[in-house]
């Protein structure tokens, strides 16, 4: 089994800054693409960010030049530096990860159990 822990999520002003980390652990012989997606209030969960196992990344329009995703390969964890953030920002963090847990096995989808972000004054 594979487990995905968030942390870093909180109560931050508007214009303030934040670091999200995900770390995998568990069965995992491989991990490729790690992302971020978010889910405001009301609303349905969307794309943040993703990153593959090479370093190349894409991000939602609304967040590009302000959220910046990385991964560490050593450890399976996956961050996302996120400056200059809006009220709109606000939403519950969800990471995941396209998990392979044995050689030449299937790809899974590991999710963590999110993280709240509020950007508030």
């Known amino acids: 089994q594979v487990q995905l822990v968030e942390s870093g999520g909180g109560l931050v002003q508007p214009g303030g800054s934040l670091r999200l980390s995900c770390a995998a652990s568990g069965s995992i012989f491989s991990v490729n693409a790690m992302g971020w997606y978010r889910q405001p209030p009301g609303k349905q969960r969307e794309l943040v960010a993703v990153i593959q196992s090479d370093g190349s990344s894409n991000y939602a329009d609304s967040v590009k030049g302000r959220f910046t995703i990385s991964r560490d390969n050593a450890k399976n964890t996956v961050y996302l530096q996120m400056n200059s953030l809006k009220p709109e920002d606000t939403a519950e963090y969800y990471c995941?990860?396209?998990?392979?847990?044995?050689?030449?096995?299937?790809?899974?989808?590991?999710w963590g159990q999110g993280t709240q972000l509020t950007v508030s004054s």
């Open positions: 995941n990860a396209d998990v392979r847990t044995t050689w030449g096995g299937r790809i899974y989808r590991y």
